[in-house]
């Protein structure tokens, strides 16, 4: 019996590791954290208030944070190869997120843009979580076995220093609650695909 699974519409999530985020990590903290005595809050349309800069400073525009900005770079042109996306890729802006306890992210996307990331930049194990979803999965509940990736509505990766997520902007994310007393700092980070 002939047969296959044709996957349409999938939501692909690349996952890229910097082999090099060990020897900038405490920098690259201290770096944020000094940042953040200084830089004033950007992204305010958020139920819970993490402190971001969106808007307010670019790690694009920041030589300490050459080394990231060139893997990121690196890692949206391997993905878009494997997607066979064409076009012009502009790498458009970087910001930083510090999760102190109790700080979550709810659900969002990232409009405007074509492709969308998160850097998990620096934080001890079981920091919070990221999750994605589809809520359109879920006005069916289907009985499953086992969840796997082909049949879960929501989908959670481990935060991992080092570990960078990118996906297509329009995929809904959050951040689960952080609990731990040590903050929890990720990278956001958006590019355009212009034709």
């Not at 074509?114 to 359109?136: K, Q, R, W």
Request: aromatic share 14%; charged share 25%.
């Amino acid at each position: 019996m002939k047969n296959e699974l044709v996957r349409l519409f999938p939501k692909i999530i690349g996952k890229y590791y910097f082999d090099e985020h060990s020897k900038y990590e405490e920098e690259w903290i201290n770096k944020c954290l000094t940042l953040s005595k200084t830089i004033k809050p950007g992204g305010k349309n958020w139920i819970n208030t993490v402190y971001n800069t969106e808007n307010t400073y670019n790690l694009n525009d920041d030589n300490k944070f050459n080394p990231l900005i060139r893997f990121l770079n690196e890692s949206a042109i391997d993905y878009c190869k494997k997607l066979k996306y064409a076009g012009n890729l502009i790498h458009t802006n970087s910001f930083f997120n510090i999760y102190q306890k109790g700080d979550y992210q709810e659900w969002h996307d990232h409009p405007k843009t074509t492709l969308s990331g998160i850097y998990c930049l620096g934080g001890v194990e079981g920091s919070a979580d990221i999750l994605f979803t589809d809520f359109n999965n879920n006005k069916v509940i289907t009985p499953v076995s086992e969840y796997v990736q082909d049949n879960s509505s929501t989908w959670t990766e481990i935060f991992e220093p080092g570990k960078f997520l990118i996906f297509r902007s329009d995929t809904l994310h959050c951040v689960n609650k952080h609990t731990l007393d040590t903050p929890r700092l990720s990278v956001a980070t958006n590019f355009l695909i212009q034709h």
